[in-house]
């Protein structure tokens, strides 16, 4: 199905409704649209009674990244991976560090296709071994995320999520399937938080994160973005340091993340260090073996520590490796086994 320079990808997850409407079963927003009529993400569209997806094969933007800025620090410490995503969201988050893609209602002229073969040739092309779904949400474009992650799991090229985490059981078992490692961002322990500022709820992501942890083989790291006033309160990050422990162990490697004032919250301060250092330590308190600190300076919050005689094994500077020790996935000081990919 083609629309001027636009191809319309049939989209996978959509029920048809006895209206004529088309439900999307993609993400628990279950949109329902008439003919015409986008989805909340807008890159899912009611089209001549199918639902398509228009950022089929069609980036936004692409960049050569350190793994270390997805964030991931325990998979490939110091690789280089290439990085792309689509425009639009499924969810409605105030506070977006990157609007200017997630919120936007219009593809980009001239556009051009570019098919998971092409995605994975421009992979070999630049001599890295890895592909990031990220900047945007790649849930949305998930048709698009489950063929290339598949092309390049044949290729031995591995595949990264960047990811909210908010998806449907009937999807994620596809979107997942041939996905290496994911950072899921986990944006506050609060229910309230995530209705008033990302206009969806925390079970699903919470959902997703037991999911990946326990059902499959997805390295998983979590991303917690702190804001001043909206989710900083040490004894929400606590509750939620010991639910990481119970429900994904206390191996899962956690990052707090400092704020910068964005899109439509702009009079909200940046994160005090200390804010950011105070969770490290709860989280560390709490059992969590592997805690690191965002958009700061911080040597030791950086670093990688064995847990067990807390020597530093992995130094890191900014998005990137100084120094990696561990060898063989161990601690070359105690022999302690470090839970990664390494």
Request: hydrophobic share 35%; glycine share 6%.
């Amino acid at each position: 199905m083609k629309d001027g320079t636009v191809i319309y990808h049939k989209a996978s997850w959509q029920l048809l409704q006895p209206d004529g409407r088309i439900k999307c079963r993609l993400c628990p927003r279950f949109c329902i649209l008439a003919e015409g009529q986008h989805g909340y993400c807008f890159i899912r569209k009611h089209v001549e009674g199918e639902l398509v997806s228009l950022g089929y094969g069609y980036p936004a933007g692409f960049g050569l990244d350190p793994i270390e800025k997805k964030p991931l620090y325990h998979f490939h410490p110091g690789s280089k991976i290439l990085s792309f995503g689509t425009i639009g969201c499924n969810l409605g988050c105030k506070y977006c560090q990157n609007w200017s893609l997630s919120r936007t209602k219009t593809l980009n002229e001239p556009l051009q296709f570019i098919s998971p073969q092409e995605i994975i040739r421009l992979t070999q092309q630049y001599k890295t071994q890895a592909i990031a779904f990220t900047y945007n949400e790649p849930i949305i474009f998930g048709e698009y995320v489950a063929d290339v992650a598949m092309l390049a799991r044949a290729a031995s090229i591995h595949t990264v999520m960047v990811s909210n985490g908010y998806i449907t059981p009937d999807a994620r078992e596809t979107v997942f399937a041939n996905i290496d490692a994911a950072n899921i961002d986990l944006k506050a322990f609060d229910e309230n938080f995530y209705r008033k500022y990302t206009a969806s709820h925390s079970k699903p992501v919470l959902d997703t994160l037991i999911w990946i942890k326990n059902r499959t083989n997805v390295w998983l790291e979590i991303t917690n973005l702190i804001i001043p006033g909206l989710n900083d309160k040490l004894s929400q990050i606590r509750d939620m340091c010991k639910w990481i422990v119970n429900e994904l162990g206390c191996d899962t490697p956690v990052h707090f993340s400092a704020f910068h004032p964005s899109y439509k919250i702009q009079s909200t301060p940046p994160t005090p260090v200390q804010t950011i250092c105070d969770a490290r330590e709860i989280a560390l308190s709490e059992g969590i073996r592997y805690c690191y600190t965002g958009n700061i300076a911080d040597d030791s919050g950086s670093s990688t520590f064995c847990p067990a005689c807390r020597q530093p094994i992995i130094r890191r500077g900014w998005q990137s490796v100084e120094s990696n020790l561990v060898t063989n996935g161990t601690c070359p000081i105690c022999r302690t086994v470090i839970p990664g990919r390494f």
